[in-house]
């Protein structure tokens, strides 16, 4: 038996992330890129950025969805190649922390993970506030 990669989410000073019920909200400042993540997509976000594996991945998405006909490692495939592919996540040799399998709760409706990618605040995002502060041309100053 082979055994799946692991993941973690990327961390650096240029990419944050904010949480917030059922979505999470990912910027990455030098590319000016946000992203949002909602629902199923969100419950596999905090399982990678809680140290969790592939299969405790799948194992997560089987107790909090009705996943009856559904190819959850496909779903699951695709949609860390979309973070991938977008820089937001790494794979790493081991399990970066020790996930626990949240208590089960009622079942919700699956939904597709799917990364959205935002382009409209770009130019804003990519501005370097901290550095143009000076002048009279205010704040912040385009480079």
Request: proline share 7%; charged share 20%.
């Amino acid at each position: 038996m082979s055994s799946l990669p692991v993941y973690s989410v990327r961390h650096s000073s240029a990419l944050i992330s904010e949480y917030f019920d059922d979505e999470v909200l990912v910027a990455n400042l030098l590319e000016g890129l946000y992203y949002s993540l909602r629902f199923t997509a969100t419950d596999v976000w905090k399982a990678l950025d809680s140290g969790a594996t592939m299969h405790q991945i799948e194992s997560l998405i089987h107790q909090q969805y009705y996943t009856e006909g559904v190819d959850v490692p496909a779903s699951l495939n695709n949609f860390i190649q979309q973070l991938q592919t977008h820089q937001l996540i790494v794979e790493t040799a081991t399990a970066p922390g020790a996930f626990i399998l949240p208590p089960a709760t009622p079942k919700k409706p699956f939904v597709e993970p799917d990364l959205t990618v935002h382009d409209d605040m770009q130019d804003l995002l990519a501005l370097d506030p901290i550095h143009d502060v000076d002048g009279e041309e205010g704040w912040p100053v385009r480079k």
